[in-house]
Nanobody
Framework: EVQLVESGGGLVQAGGSLRLSCEAI????????IGWFRQAPGKLREGVSC????????QYLHSVKGRFTISFDNAKATVHLQMNSLKPEDTAVYYC?????????????????????WGQGTQVTVSS
């Protein structure tokens, strides 16, 4: 059973950068996708990005394209989300989630119900 552990959240000024990490403990196969979601107070949880550990295919929420980059460090079984040019509207709790590899090539990648493993979440706060 895969356990997901996030790290790297924090407080940053607008225009700054943060890198989130999601370690997949117990991962034994690359037939897996890791997604990043975020949830701001009073809002629904939304998909931010997704990567297939099998072929590195990726998906991004339109509003983060060009600012966020998702990547997989195979040696450490860790997915990173590099977030640059952060905006106050990026403030949220960020969660990583695990699901089947095909999600990264599928239009349902941003649906939370497509994933069956979740991390505990990490807070990202962007001040103006």
């Amino acid at each position: 059973e895969v356990q997901l552990v996030e790290s790297g959240g924090g407080l940053v000024q607008a225009g700054g950068s943060l890198r989130l990490s999601c370690e997949a403990i117990g991962l034994t196969s690359d037939d897996y996708a890791i997604g990043w979601f975020r949830q701001a107070p009073g809002k629904l949880r939304e998909g931010v990005s997704c990567i297939s550990l099998k072929d590195d295919s990726t998906q991004y929420l339109h509003s983060v394209k060009g600012r966020f980059t998702i990547s997989f460090d195979n040696a450490k079984a860790t997915v990173h989300l590099q977030m640059n040019s952060l905006k106050p509207e990026d403030t949220a709790v960020y969660y990583c989630a695990g699901g089947p590899a095909f999600l990264a090539d599928n239009r349902w990648w941003h649906q939370r119900h497509s994933y069956d493993r979740w991390g505990q979440g990490t807070q990202v706060t962007v001040s103006s």
